[in-house]
């Protein structure tokens, strides 16, 4: 299988997914507890996911790094209007 075949499954599997990191992982502490949505899956096959903060982030699109949410539970946690990088974001004022 190419890169670019995995890459597609990828995005397939995981784009628009609600997810929390494992929090075990040492290099995702600072994501622990915030629900993300991932926005797509690159050509390397890491997930890029927004975690309302105004940045995304890539992580590696895997079980061992990820974990999905159930869609009902995540959308009454995930806020998509707290990204700053929304057209007019609410929070900037007017």
Known sequence: MDRFTHSDELKKEWTDQFVQVKPERPELKRFAGIVGRVV????????????????????????????????????????????????FPEKQGA
């Open 40 to 87: 797509t899956v690159n050509c390397s096959g890491r997930a890029v996911i927004d975690f309302q903060d105004g940045g995304w982030y890539d992580i590696a699109a895997s079980t061992e790094y990820l974990t999905r949410l159930d869609a009902v539970e995540a959308k009454s946690k995930y806020d998509a209007k707290a990204n700053s990088a929304q057209p």
